[in-house]
């Protein structure tokens, strides 16, 4: 195992490795897949947890128990991509490196056995870094330790290396430069771009609308999640509740027609591996730490019209990750469902916590409605999703909603 330094590099023995960056707080970990003038192609070089595949790199989370990664698998790279920055950045809204070591281990992906780490030095205003790349040179693969800070955060990484970043203002990154040893070879790419000058003063506009990612908490009361947003299942820090409910509704389809959609979740471990699912036909799993109401055939009625009892407080370890889905099983697609909607409800009281309500739907016959990921630090996160799929069971709902964790 070698222990790196600001610039310097090794070859790689192992045709698949994994990146993996940890920290004492959660960390965004993403990759960036660049051609040879520094730049992504597009958008869908962009990898991390809301999308977790491109050619031949893959984010892989850590449900929680281990710290999440970037799977590079150089032969499955297009030969035009030249080098996949790994990033990381602190999960909480505004907060840097100080005091925060992080360390990004170099992993054999097939074995699991470390080939280098890295601990960038003297951190302190950095809310994002570049820690790691992995690149080509004379037909061989290396890894270089990096450590290169922004203090603008993962935006300022994701447009300086030409990913359109919605609902931010457009100015320039703001790289905080790393210490580097005078004899570590330096690549000069990795040189800050110069800054721009200021722009003239202009009224002040109006606050931008906030974005459809990112988290937030139930500090101010009840939620409504858009899709891809995630909400802390905590309370002014501390952990709200253990037992909650999700119900899931819909309307009849249009025309009068029944439908009969079924509301299921989909128990993983930490390495997506499938361990249970709970729906109408096995409505108690994990030992009773989760339960289906049973089934509704036809949705009619109010309020909702299956429900999932989630006692958070008696999930095994083992399981980090619930996904809830919702499928036809008479084989009408969502587009003929005049609305479905799921919502966090506390079992304890009744008052309803989180809602996401689908505000589009796709000719398919399953969704993924939402998903809880255990953190590190034991707490709960819910995340809209709103992933259509063509399954009219929950069998066929396992492998989609395991790539969505």
Same mark, same amino acid.
């Given at each position: 195992?070698?222990?790196?330094?600001?610039?310097?590099?090794?070859?790689?023995?192992?045709?698949?490795?994994?990146?993996?960056?940890?920290?004492?707080?959660?960390?965004?970990?993403?990759?960036?897949?660049?051609?040879?003038?520094?730049?992504?192609?597009?958008?869908?070089?962009?990898?991390?947890?809301?999308?977790?595949?491109?050619?031949?790199?893959?984010?892989?989370?850590?449900?929680?128990?281990?710290?999440?990664?970037?799977?590079?698998?150089?032969?499955?790279?297009?030969?035009?991509?030249?080098?996949?920055?790994?990033?990381?950045?602190?999960?909480?809204?505004?907060?840097?490196?100080?005091?925060?070591?992080?360390?990004?281990?170099?992993?054999?992906?097939?074995?699991?056995?470390?080939?280098?780490?890295?601990?960038?030095?003297?951190?302190?205003?950095?809310?994002?870094?570049?820690?790691?790349?992995?690149?080509?040179?004379?037909?061989?693969?290396?890894?270089?330790?990096?450590?290169?800070?922004?203090?603008?955060?993962?935006?300022?990484?994701?447009?300086?290396?030409?990913?359109? +970043?919605?609902?931010?203002? &457009? !100015?320039? /990154?703001? @790289?905080? %430069? #790393? =210490?580097?040893? *005078?004899? $570590?070879? +330096?690549?000069?790419?990795? &040189? !800050?771009? /110069?800054? @721009?000058? %200021? #722009? =003239?003063?202009? *009224?002040? $506009?109006?606050?931008?609308?906030?974005? &459809?990612?990112?988290?937030?908490?139930?500090?101010?009361?009840?939620?409504?999640?858009?899709?891809?947003?995630?909400?802390?299942?905590?309370?002014?820090?501390?952990?709200?509740?253990?037992?909650?409910?999700?119900?899931?509704?819909?309307?009849?389809?249009?025309?009068?027609?029944?439908?009969?959609?079924?509301?299921?979740?989909?128990?993983?471990?930490?390495?997506?591996?499938?361990?249970?699912?709970?729906?109408?036909?096995?409505?108690?799993?994990?030992?009773?730490?989760?339960?289906?109401?049973?089934?509704?055939?036809?949705?009619?009625?109010?309020?909702?019209?299956?429900?999932?009892?989630?006692?958070?407080?008696?999930?095994?370890?083992?399981?980090?990750?619930?996904?809830?889905?919702?499928?036809?099983?008479?084989?009408?697609?969502?587009?003929?469902?005049?609305?479905?909607?799921?919502?966090?409800?506390?079992?304890?009281?009744?008052?309803?916590?989180?809602?996401?309500?689908?505000?589009?739907?796709?000719?398919?016959?399953?969704?993924?409605?939402?998903?809880?990921?255990?953190?590190?630090?034991?707490?709960?996160?819910?995340?809209?999703?709103?992933?259509?799929?063509?399954?009219?069971?929950?069998?066929?709902?396992?492998?989609?909603?395991?790539?969505?964790?």
């Amino acid at each position: 195992m070698t222990a790196m330094t600001p610039g310097s590099n090794i070859p790689l023995s192992a045709p698949r490795v994994a990146v993996d960056v940890a920290a004492p707080v959660r960390l965004d970990v993403s990759g960036l897949l660049l051609t040879a003038d520094g730049k992504v192609r597009s958008d869908d070089d962009f990898i991390f947890y809301n999308q977790p595949t491109g050619p031949g790199v893959a984010y892989r989370s850590g449900g929680g128990t281990a710290p999440d990664a970037i799977v590079v698998d150089t032969a499955a790279v297009p030969s035009g991509i030249e080098k996949i920055v790994i990033t990381a950045s602190p999960d909480g809204a505004g907060q840097t490196f100080q005091g925060i070591e992080p360390t990004a281990t170099v992993r054999n992906a097939d074995d699991g056995s470390v080939l280098a780490t890295f601990t960038p030095p003297q951190l302190s205003a950095e809310t994002a870094l570049v820690v790691i790349e992995v690149y080509r040179r004379g037909g061989a693969w290396k890894a270089r330790a990096v450590g290169q800070g922004y203090a603008n955060g993962l935006a300022g990484i994701a447009t300086d290396f030409g990913v359109s +970043v919605e609902d931010e203002p &457009a !100015a320039a /990154p703001a @790289p905080v %430069a #790393p =210490p580097v040893p *005078a004899a $570590a070879p +330096v690549d000069p790419r990795l &040189a !800050a771009p /110069p800054m @721009p000058a %200021a #722009p =003239p003063a202009a *009224a002040p $506009a109006a606050p931008p609308a906030p974005p &459809a990612t990112g988290r937030i908490n139930l500090d101010k009361g009840r939620v409504s999640l858009r899709k891809n947003q995630t909400v802390s299942l905590v309370k002014g820090g501390k952990p709200l509740l253990s037992q909650v409910k999700m119900g899931l509704g819909w309307e009849p389809a249009f025309r009068g027609k029944d439908i009969d959609l079924d509301a299921s979740v989909i128990a993983y471990g930490p390495d997506r591996n499938h361990l249970d699912s709970c729906y109408f036909g096995k409505l108690s799993i994990l030992n009773g730490a989760i339960k289906h109401s049973g089934d509704n055939l036809t949705g009619e009625g109010a309020g909702d019209d299956e429900v999932i009892v989630v006692d958070l407080g008696r999930i095994p370890p083992e399981a980090t990750g619930l996904v809830f889905t919702v499928n036809s099983f008479t084989g009408q697609k969502f587009t003929e469902v005049a609305k479905a909607y799921c919502r966090l409800i506390d079992a304890a009281t009744g008052d309803e916590l989180v809602r996401f309500d689908l505000t589009s739907a796709e000719p398919q016959t399953g969704v993924i409605m939402a998903k809880l990921i255990k953190q590190f630090s034991g707490e709960w996160e819910m995340t809209a999703v709103g992933d259509f799929v063509k399954s009219r069971t929950v069998r066929g709902m396992v492998k989609p909603a395991a790539q969505s964790l």
